[in-house]
Structure formats: structure tokens, C-alpha cells
């Protein structure tokens, strides 16, 4: 049977009295890249930030990794945060240290591995991305994606079991976009990792996507797999698809 990795009930939140998500309703299955879309301001990262524990609805549940977000003791929330990674948009590295130095953070800020041990699995992160050369550089010295890049080893460094990623491919290139998405397909395909992206680039969506969760207007207008969001009748999804 599919183990689901995130299930969210009913939920409901907004911004002080304003209802930005109304009775949202999925699961996501072990394994699988959920993709949310929706038109600017449907509230997407509104969304990826409750399933990071970041902020309390008005009501409804989160479950994430067989425990209730919304319920957790401070060791249930330090458990599951350990075993997320988060791919942010801008990348958020530290530049004034090397592309190794920011992979190794984590690792050192939550295990107590020798740094030795540190240094080899920094290396075996930065090969998954393709930037073992590029381990001394200072993320400056780095293109767009190679910043990406070294961002998501640097959210894979603890091994999580899900990945969340807003707008990965925001201000690539199609080509780099794509290599990007290559690498996403390998944390699934590979490691058997559970990816939400926030995305609205239809090139990605069409190339990474398992499962669609479309929001409009706060509503959840679409749940279901790509090959039916591709077919599927409903106004703003047709819409998006064809645009
Ligand atoms: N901190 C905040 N305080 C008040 N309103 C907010 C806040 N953050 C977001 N909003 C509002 O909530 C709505 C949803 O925002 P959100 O950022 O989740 O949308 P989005 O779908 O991710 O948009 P985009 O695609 O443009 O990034 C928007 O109308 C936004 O203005």
C-alpha cells in the first residue's frame, strides 16, 4: 500500500480575518513530486510554509511524516524538521563562505560527525549535483544554476525524507531549468525522495510532476495526476495548461 508522507485535512488559513486557503484537502504518497500551482497569489507558499510547521491555520490537520504538525511537542516538530530539507528561492547561501563550507552546515549543526566524515559526505552531495569542482569556490563566483545547484545539495545534506522546494527554476534558463528538474527526477528516482515544488513554469510541471494540487481562489480546484490536470475541464486548469 502507499505510505503517504503528508496528509492535510480541511484546512483553512488566511492573514488576520483574510481567508487565503479554504478546506484544502491532499496527500502526498511516498516517493512521488507533488507539484502546487495556481495563478500568483493563490497562496502556494502560503501552503508550503504550513507544511514546514511554519505557521497555524485557523483550523483543519497537517499530518507530516506520521505526526500531527499542528499537535507535535517540541521533539516530535525537532524530528520531523530534521528529516525535511527546503530548497529555497533565492537559494539563501552563505556567501561569504565556500559552496563546501554552506553544504557542510547542516551536517554540522545536527550530527556529531567527525569532520572528516563531514568532509566526504559534502563530497558525495556535491557529485549527486554535479559540483564536486566547484567545492572551493565562494557562491558569487558561481552561475545561476550552479548556485541552485549547490543550494539543493545543501538541502539533501541530512538526507531528507521530503524535499520542499519553492520555485526552484525562478530565473534559469529553460536549459538549466531542465537540468535542475533532471536533478529533482534523481532524488526521487534514486534516493526514493518526496518532493513539493511550487512551481508555475509548465515546462517543469509537465517534466517533474506526478501529482497537481491546483489552488484558485483559494480553493483546491485540482487534485489529482498530471495526465488528468492535462485533460481536465475545469476553467482555471485548462486555462493555465493552454496558456
Ligand atoms: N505575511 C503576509 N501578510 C499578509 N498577507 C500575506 C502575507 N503573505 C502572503 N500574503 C497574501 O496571501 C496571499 C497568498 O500569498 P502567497 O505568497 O501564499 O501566494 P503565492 O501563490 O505563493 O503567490 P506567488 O505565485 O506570487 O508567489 C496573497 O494575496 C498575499 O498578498
Not at 61 to 68: A, P
Not at 72 to 99: C, H, P, W, Y
Not at 129 to 150: Q, T, W
Not at 157 to 177: H, N, Q, S, W
Request: with cysteine.
Amino acid at each position: 500500500m502507499d505510505k503517504k508522507v503528508i496528509r492535510v485535512q480541511n484546512l483553512v488559513s488566511g492573514y488576520d480575518e483574510r481567508i487565503v486557503l479554504d478546506d484544502i484537502l491532499f496527500e502526498v504518497v511516498e516517493g512521488e513530486i507533488l507539484v502546487i500551482l495556481g495563478t500568483s497569489g493563490c497562496g502556494k507558499t502560503t501552503l508550503l510554509k504550513h507544511l514546514m510547521g511554519l505557521m497555524q491555520p485557523y483550523s483543519g490537520e497537517i499530518q507530516l511524516l506520521g505526526h500531527d504538525l499542528l499537535k507535535a511537542d517540541e521533539k516530535e516538530m525537532l524530528k520531523m524538521m530534521r528529516q525535511i530539507g527546503v530548497l529555497f528561492q533565492n537559494g539563501a547561501l552563505l556567501n561569504s563562505i565556500t559552496v563546501a563550507e554552506n553544504v557542510a552546515i547542516p551536517l554540522e549543526q545536527h550530527t556529531d560527525l567527525s569532520k572528516e566524515l563531514i568532509e566526504d559526505l559534502v563530497r558525495l552531495k556535491l557529485s549527486l549535483v554535479g559540483l564536486e569542482r566547484a567545492a572551493h569556490a565562494l557562491p558569487s563566483e558561481l552561475s545561476g544554476g550552479m548556485r541552485k545547484r549547490a543550494a539543493l545539495a545543501r538541502a539533501i545534506a541530512l538526507d531528507p525524507k521530503v524535499l520542499f522546494a519553492d520555485e526552484p527554476a525562478a530565473g534559469l534558463d529553460p536549459v538549466t531549468a531542465a537540468a535542475l528538474d533532471r536533478l529533482l527526477l534523481n532524488l526521487r528516482d534514486l534516493l526514493g525522495m518526496t518532493l513539493v515544488v511550487v512551481t508555475h513554469e509548465v515546462g517543469s510541471i509537465r517534466r517533474i510532476a506526478d501529482r497537481i494540487l491546483f489552488l484558485h481562489e483559494g480553493k483546491a480546484v485540482f487534485y489529482g495526476k498530471l495526465s488528468d490536470a492535462l485533460k481536465s475541464d475545469i476553467e482555471p486548469v485548462q486555462k493555465f495548461f493552454n496558456a
